[in-house]
């Protein structure tokens, strides 16, 4: 993904799958704690459905869309963490899994926390 994008601009845009079919809209960003760059978002799927994780890094803003590279039933199939708290790295190495994603190993992977919106976070791995 386009690392100068603010996070912050991404939360309320709507996501559509490889094939243009319309997933949600973007709930929350989810940044990496060493680098500080959008790693995560959580989809809202629906009026009354979860949140869905989806990897920010393999995903497009396209024209203030994103667009996520893979189709709609594995994303509204992945694995449902709630959003709003800590990610663990076990999850993020199960939602590794689930989108086919090569990862080295849970213990190299970050703890994923949540933030503000505002930006001012207290870290960086943190929604926007």
Request: glycine share 10%.
């Amino acid at each position: 993904m386009q690392t100068e994008i603010d996070p912050r601009n991404l939360i309320g845009r709507k996501a559509f799958d490889r094939n243009g079919h319309k997933i949600g809209t973007v709930d929350e960003v989810y940044l990496d704690d060493a680098t500080g760059v959008p790693e995560w978002a959580a989809i809202r799927t629906g009026l009354f459905s979860r949140d869905a994780f989806v990897p920010l890094g393999p995903s497009e803003l396209v024209e203030g869309t994103l667009r996520v590279p893979f189709d709609r039933s594995l994303i509204k199939e992945a694995p449902d963490f709630g959003v709003g708290r800590h990610l663990s790295p076990e999850q993020e190495l199960q939602l590794y899994h689930h989108y086919g994603l090569d990862v080295t190993s849970p213990s190299s992977l970050p703890d994923r926390d949540t933030g503000d919106l505002a930006g001012s976070g207290s870290g960086p791995d943190e929604p926007a």
